[in-house]
């Protein structure tokens, strides 16, 4: 389940766990350490938003 994150971290609170498949809008990518992570909102939540590690998005 992916995690979607208060702050681009680990270390930022959860804000929800989205099933595989969840369609994503994704409006920026930052690097932080060695990941890199994309502030991303619900396409049918869009009030939702947060961030994900860029290593579990795929482009549809």
């Known amino acids: 389940m992916l995690k979607l994150r208060a ?6 609170n959860v ?6 498949g969840t369609v994503l ?3 920026s990518c930052e690097q ?3 990941t890199r992570w994309c502030r991303a ?7 939702l938003k947060g961030y ?3 290593a579990y998005l ?3």
Not at 41 to 46: D, N, V
């Open 25 to 27: 809008g994704v409006h």
């Open 7 to 12: 702050g681009p971290g680990v270390g930022f």
């Open 58 to 60: 795929k482009k549809i």
């Open 52 to 54: 994900v590690s860029s």
């Open 41 to 47: 909102s619900l396409q049918r939540a869009r009030g």
């Open 15 to 20: 804000i929800v766990g989205l099933p595989n």
């Open 32 to 34: 932080t350490g060695g």
